[in-house]
């Protein structure tokens, strides 16, 4: 064969290549894990998933003033750390001066991880608050979760400081109900199609 035949062999592969990642694309936009959407379901998967996210190991990170929340009666965190722009703390207070990336052991001693902070100033995803409705509605509004698509928001079940709530440290009661159980429930709502339970 002559070189201009590979060419033009080459060109038509290319183009076939292009057409069917065309065909393709938006078709590999619908999210496969929308199994069906069914919002009794929904709504009964987010009510057990409410109920963690009310809980005080989350919600002392999702409070709705800029001070993080201590203990099983979410009050105030003591000293007042403020939540700061990247919700890692202000200039003499981070977070990380005392949260150390691991737990450290003891009463009343600071839990740790790697990443321990609030969610940011301009994103403050607070749950403090919040009724099931409205929360169910924040949650999946990007312009509120921190831009998290479908696929996102499934993957944060196992986000490092969603698993630090199952490893809280001495002396905190865990979450109401296991990790497994949870993601189980958080990703139910979300396949069923993500209903937010009746009311204000
Ligand atoms: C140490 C503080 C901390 C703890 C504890 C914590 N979170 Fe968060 N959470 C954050 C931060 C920071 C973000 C923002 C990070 C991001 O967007 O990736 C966030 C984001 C989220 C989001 C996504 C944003 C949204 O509103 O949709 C969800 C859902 C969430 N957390 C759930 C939980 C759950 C459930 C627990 C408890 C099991 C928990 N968090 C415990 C700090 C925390
Ligand atoms: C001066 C030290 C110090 C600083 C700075 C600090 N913390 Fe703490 N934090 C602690 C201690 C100590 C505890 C444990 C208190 C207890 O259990 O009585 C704690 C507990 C917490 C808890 C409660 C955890 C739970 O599961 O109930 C959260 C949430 C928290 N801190 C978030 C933050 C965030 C976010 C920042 C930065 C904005 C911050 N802290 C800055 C010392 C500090």
Redesign the pocket.
Known sequence: MKKSTFVVLGMLLIMLGMMAFSLNGPRAKVPVYLVKKDSAASVAAFKQVYTVLMS??CM??HPSGNV?????D?HP???L????VD???VYA???M???QPTNTPG?????GNPK???PPANMKMVFQGRTAPQLAKQLIDPKQNGNKDLQKLIAHADDELVLA?WN??E??TLPPMSHAAFKKAWTTWLTTGAFAPSGK
Do not use: Y
Request: with cysteine; aromatic share 2%.
């Open positions: 005080p190991r002392n990170c993080p929340l201590q203990g099983d979410s965190h003591t000293m750390p403020k939540r700061g919700g890692k703390g207070m981070k977070c001066n005392c949260h009463l009343h001693m600071p839990p321990w902070h609030l709530g809280p440290g002396g905190r």
